[in-house]
């Protein structure tokens, strides 16, 4: 049951910028569906985006996929736009926090941080940009607002919190779950993720697209913003853990597989490391891995691969990919994104294994003597389980404040919430963890 203790006066619990998006539509949905789970009226919300009248389309849609024809009249419009700072801090005035779908993040995403930081709203995003194939740089948009903004939003009590989506609280909440789980010292940890589509298969929407786009081309740029932190390496504790190779066939999922190239080995990282200096916690090394399936999906993937990383480097190619998702990632990815019905057919799945030492057995001498095995498992990733991990996340805030970090500031899903009850809210919600 939905419950909301926050004591602000601001008029709304959560607005949902970009509401009109793909994305945004069904993070409404998501919304109204758990307002409803609370006596009516307790959770109070808007929709934010730059039309209005696409706005109303999205409440008149939700109003008659839900059967609750009251979101017609009762919710909000606020009419805001990432070019006119003023609308910015308007709607950010009125809300407790901003749930923000506006993307691609590296274009759109730094005024409405600014905003949300200046006039006091908590800010929540669905960031997944990705990096590029080496694991020491960063996700730039993510890591950008924390070198920007955290000091500020620290002063003033602001949580401005990434990757709330399917990017990265699974990956990053399942590293925790496991670690809690384990009896001894987690030191080293893989995920393996699978996705199934179902029988009537499945495609990401073009905003993904060209946020992939655009983040794989400005990967140079990350490792500039990575040395401004200065940060020392985490200590390696327990026997390093060795990165897999570019493609591997791996018999954890019985499937070929390759590294994970979203944002969630980063987001996991910084996770540790805030763990590290605050709780002095060990930290726990990780690798993520995605399956692609058998040898005729890995051909479709080396070629579309090639293909993407010769054009990704060029405007002109930049371009073409932009006008042709489709095309040139063999309907991975479409302009007019996954049916519904193709989305109640699709599932995630991430496999964890991790090693470690028992109780009262030293870390720091010998091998890990026990492992481990955990599963976080969902619904379709990016439109039914990212609604649900943002909007969970969202009243992880409204209703744990005293869990939170001490201070505001820019945090990931993981040091933010490593004292909530999150992992139990997801659960209720679909997003399932467990010991296997
Ligand atoms: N983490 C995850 O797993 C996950 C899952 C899904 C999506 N995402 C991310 O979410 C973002 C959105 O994806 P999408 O597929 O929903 O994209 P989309 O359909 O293109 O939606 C973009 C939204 O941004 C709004 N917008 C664009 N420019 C704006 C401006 N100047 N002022 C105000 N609003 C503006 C658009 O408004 P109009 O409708 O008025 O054009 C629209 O509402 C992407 O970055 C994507 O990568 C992440």
Same mark, same amino acid.
């Given at each position: ?12 619990? =959560?607005?949902?910028? *970009?509401?009109?998006? +793909?994305? $945004?539509?069904? /993070? %409404? ?69 901003? =749930?923000?779908?506006? *993307?691609?993040?590296? +274009?759109? $995403?730094?005024? /409405? %941080? ?77 995920? +393996? ?244």
């Amino acid at each position: 049951m939905v419950s909301v203790h926050t004591s602000s006066s601001r008029p709304f619990h =959560l607005v949902i910028f *970009g509401a009109s998006g +793909f994305t $945004g539509q069904f /993070v %409404v949905e998501e919304v109204a569906r758990t307002a409803s789970e609370g006596p009516r009226g307790s959770l109070k919300w808007a929709v934010a985006g730059r039309s209005r009248q696409k706005l109303e389309q999205v409440l008149e849609q939700a109003a008659s996929v839900l059967g609750k024809p009251e979101l017609r009249t009762e919710v909000d419009i606020i009419v805001a736009d990432v070019e006119e700072p003023d609308s910015l801090a308007a709607m950010c005035k009125q809300a407790v926090i901003v =749930l923000n779908c506006v *993307g691609p993040y590296r +274009f759109f $995403g730094e005024p /409405v %941080v600014k905003a949300c930081v200046e006039h006091g709203a908590h800010h929540l995003d669905i960031c997944g940009e990705p990096q590029c194939s080496s694991p020491r740089v960063c996700v730039q948009f993510l890591e950008g607002m924390q070198f920007n903004y955290h000091n500020l939003a620290a002063e003033r009590g602001v949580y401005i919190i990434g990757s709330c989506g399917f990017d990265s609280i699974p990956a990053d909440m399942g590293v925790l779950y496991t670690r809690e789980q384990f009896k001894g010292t987690l030191t080293a940890l893989e995920s +393996f993720l699978t996705v199934d589509s179902g029988p009537e298969g499945g495609c990401i929407h073009d905003g993904t697209w060209q946020s992939a786009i655009y983040g794989f081309a400005d990967s140079h740029k990350l490792q500039s913003l990575r040395r401004k932190f200065d940060y020392k390496p985490l200590p390696s504790v327990g026997t390093k853990l060795k990165r897999r190779g570019a493609l591997f066939y791996s018999n954890e999922i019985q499937q070929y597989t390759v590294p994970f190239m979203g944002s969630d080995p980063s987001v996991v990282k910084r996770t540790q490391r805030f763990l590290v200096e605050e709780y002095q916690d060990t930290p726990v090394q990780y690798g993520a891995y995605a399956g692609v399936g058998g040898i005729g999906s890995v051909i479709k993937l080396l070629f579309a691969g090639m293909i993407f990383w010769l054009l990704v480097k060029f405007s002109f190619g930049r371009n073409l990919l932009v006008k042709h998702p489709e095309f040139f990632s063999f309907g991975l990815f479409s302009k007019a994104g996954p049916t519904r019905k193709q989305m109640e057919s699709s599932s995630f799945r991430f496999a964890f294994y991790g090693e470690g030492y028992t109780e009262g057995l030293d870390p720091t001498q010998g091998k890990p003597n026990c492992k481990i095995c955990t599963l976080v498992q969902g619904p379709e990733c990016g439109y039914v389980a990212t609604p649900i991990a943002l909007v969970q996340a969202a009243l992880t805030i409204l209703n744990e404040s005293a869990a939170l970090p001490k201070s505001g500031g820019v945090y990931t899903p993981g040091a933010a919430f490593v004292k909530t009850t999150l992992i139990k809210r997801l659960d209720k919600h679909g997003i399932q963890f467990s010991v296997i």
